[in-house]
């Protein structure tokens, strides 16, 4: 039963247009679309949960997490409008807090235990970017960086 979580980049790179007119979000967002549908056709697949998050901001950039049924997360698919910047790092970050945060609430990992060992649940992370440079709001970064925690940033900051 993996979890498939698609991170989609909604920068306004995005919003450039192949040859034949469309533009790069369309064409991702077409990308998600033949895969799941591909996907849907294997009979492994049945016990597969999907996760949508873009690059927006958090807690904005999580579209459809693991409560959410297969039409809510095709509708957020397509209602995706690309705007922003393209703020890798972070939306990674997003990613990985949405995963463990899905482990604590379904009981594989135990908060001060770890994990429990005859768990498994694997978990795939599929990035779908133009590739264009890496923009923050404070500039232009030479490298990916993965901040902390949200909740570690925010007891940072009041502290500063």
């Known amino acids: 039963m993996p979890i498939l979580l698609f991170l989609l980049d909604t920068s306004a790179s995005m919003n450039q247009r192949t040859y034949l007119g469309t533009t790069y979000l369309d064409v991702a967002k077409g990308a998600v679309e033949v895969f799941m549908k591909l996907r849907a056709r294997d009979p492994a697949s049945r016990g597969d949960r999907y996760m949508l998050v873009t690059f927006d901001d958090p807690p904005y950039g999580v579209k459809a997490g ?39 609430v379904s009981g594989i990992d135990n908060y ?15 990035t779908i970017t133009d590739g264009n440079k890496l923009t923050h709001s404070s500039g232009v970064p030479d490298e990916l960086g993965m901040h902390k925690c949200a909740t570690q940033t925010n007891q940072e900051h009041s502290q500063n």
């Open 112 to 126: 001060g235990q770890g994990r429990n060992p005859f768990f498994l649940e694997p978990s795939v992370i599929i």
């Open 66 to 104: 693991w409560k959410e049924n297969h039409a809510t997360f095709m509708c957020e698919l397509k209602n995706l409008q690309a705007s922003g910047l393209t703020t890798l790092g972070h939306a990674l970050r997003t990613a990985f807090d949405l995963l463990n945060l899905n482990r604590l």
